[in-house]
T-cell receptor
């Protein structure tokens, strides 16, 4: 089945630095990927929709200048948390759908990235 | 986007059957019903998907009534390793529409 790989699985960074998280679709092309954020014991909250070759669409309340999304190819989307602060510490998850596959309604999720800002 | 409503939490003993019901009153004709399982610090994992009636796989069964305004995920003989959060989502077919997660149901299985 289709696989979405996310890297790194966990990262610790200092306040004020930037962190990049990669999301790859391993065996299918994803024109659209999604980035979620999840706080402890809460549900996934959609942050933005990443579109290959165009600007990302951000959900209300999500700062686009802080969470930079780049979707330069059909298999890779990146989320960069800029000038990270402790309140950015969270679990970040990416997702993609294989619209060309048989189960084109199935969304595949990455393993998640645990970001800790100290 | 169809909104889903499901119980916040459920408890079960090992070996019992667990049924989690989800309401999706505004489901559209081209929407599929999909259930995901999530363990702590992991991304959601696909469990089962259906459009109507009953679907069964090696992990679970999914029951969908004729009006499709609700669905029930059935987990036979749960074990401790089934302790997780279960999310019901309504997914439109053929488009890259964003998926919005509801609260999910936190299932706790004990001995």
């Amino acid at each position: 089945g289709a696989v979405v790989s996310q890297h790194p699985s966990r990262v610790i960074c200092k306040s004020g630095t930037s962190v990049k998280i990669e999301c790859r679709s391993l065996d299918f092309q994803a024109t659209t990927m999604f980035w979620y954020r999840q706080f402890p014991k809460q549900s996934l909250m959609l942050m933005a929709t990443s579109n290959e070759g165009s600007k990302a669409t951000y959900e209300q309340g999500v700062e686009k200048d802080k969470f930079l999304i780049n979707h330069a190819s059909l298999t890779l989307s990146t989320l960069t948390v800029t000038s990270a602060h402790p309140e950015d510490s969270s679990f970040y998850i990416c997702s993609a759908r294989d619209l060309g596959g048989q189960m084109n309604t199935e969304a595949f999720f990455g393993q998640g990235t645990r970001l800790t800002v100290v | 986007l169809a909104k889903t409503t499901q119980p916040i939490s459920m408890d079960s003993y090992e070996g019992q059957e667990v049924n989690i019901t989800c309401s999706h009153n505004n489901i559209a004709t081209n929407d599929y019903i999909t259930w995901y399982q999530q363990f702590p610090s992991q991304g959601p994992r696909f469990i089962i998907q259906g459009y109507k009636t009953k679907v069964t796989n090696e992990v679970a069964s999914l029951f969908i009534p004729a009006d499709r305004k609700s669905s029930t995920l059935s987990l036979p003989r749960v074990s401790l390793s089934d302790t997780a959060v279960y999310y019901c989502l309504v997914v439109p077919t053929g488009t890259a529409s964003k998926l919005t997660f509801g609260t999910g149901t936190r299932l706790q299985v004990t001995l």
